[in-house]
Structure formats: structure tokens, C-alpha cells
């Protein structure tokens, strides 16, 4: 079963000293995982309602689908198929085109969810994802090198 999350907060985790995202609802369920140091900046920047001379990557896509007047209709977040245990999400973007045909595309959690926020879509989670372990057991696949994060009050939301 699915539930719908919002996101509660973007802050850095003290044992990894990486980025880390927290989805929530008003139930007490939650999700928390790890997310990529280029992502953390699109989503507090979108969470913050900065808006940037130059778009980001997510502002263009977004731009992209509405010149294609495709909708995203919402994302949703799994663990990748054998890989619970070890944590691995998944997500997909659920698309409408303007001919009413619907379409899927896997994406990252983070980009999903960088999408979703200025695509104002509802973000759906496994609930069995919901409340499961610790930021440091949930990520995304990790990138190959990994830059140093800014100092954690600049990430708090």
C-alpha cells in the first residue's frame, strides 16, 4: 500500500555527514533517507522558494515537460526490487501526456522528489518503507565521489 509524505525536512546526517531527506505525514509515519550533495541544494533552494537567475537542472525539466504539456501526476518511492534490507530506493515519475496517455520513468528519490516539489505532485511511499530503520541504512545508490557538505544549520529547514 502507498501513502502520501510530504517533505518535513532537509538536514545533514550527523553519522554520515551526508545530506539527508525526511518525508512525512500528520500519522506519525516517516521516511528518512540519504540523499546526493548536488540534490540537497535544488530541493532546500525549492523548499526555501529561492528563485535563481539560472535554472537548475529540476527548474528545466520541469520547463521541458510543460512545454510538452506532459503532467507529472505524482512520484513514487520503493525500495529497488531484493534490496530492502540494504536500503536501496527507487522512484518512479508517473507522466501524463496531453493525449491522456500515461507513462512511467525511473528516476533517483532525490530528483523525484526536487521534481515533485515544483511540479506541486503528490509524493507516495511504500508504507512499508515508512518508520523502517535509520537515515544511514535508507539511500539512494551512491554517486562515485562525493564533494564535503556545507555546514548542517545551512540544510535545516
Do not use: Y
Not at 525500495?79 to 527507487?90: I, K, N, V
Not at 511540479?119 to 511504500?126: E, K, L
Amino acid at each position: 500500500m502507498l501513502v502520501e509524505l510530504k517533505v518535513a525536512s532537509l538536514t545533514v546526517d550527523p553519522f554520515t555527514n551526508l545530506p539527508t531527506l525526511r518525508l512525512a505525514d500528520g500519522n506519525g509515519r516517516s521516511l528518512s533517507f540519504g540523499i546526493g550533495q548536488n540534490e540537497a541544494p535544488a530541493i532546500a533552494a525549492e523548499l526555501a522558494e529561492v528563485r535563481l537567475d539560472r535554472p537548475m537542472t529540476h527548474d528545466l525539466m520541469k520547463t521541458i515537460l510543460g512545454l510538452w504539456a506532459i503532467e507529472l501526476e505524482r512520484i513514487e518511492i520503493h525500495a529497488l526490487p531484493g534490496q530492502q534490507r540494504r536500503g536501496m530506493l527507487s522512484a518512479r515519475l508517473f507522466l501524463r501526456q496531453p493525449d491522456g496517455v500515461a507513462r512511467t520513468v525511473d528516476a533517483r528519490p532525490s530528483d523525484a522528489v526536487a521534481l515533485a516539489l515544483r511540479a506541486h505532485a503528490p509524493i507516495f511511499v511504500d508504507e512499508k518503507l515508512c518508520n523502517f530503520g535509520t537515515s544511514a541504512q535508507l539511500r539512494e545508490p551512491a554517486p562515485s565521489r562525493l564533494q564535503e557538505m556545507p555546514a548542517a544549520s545551512k540544510w535545516k529547514m
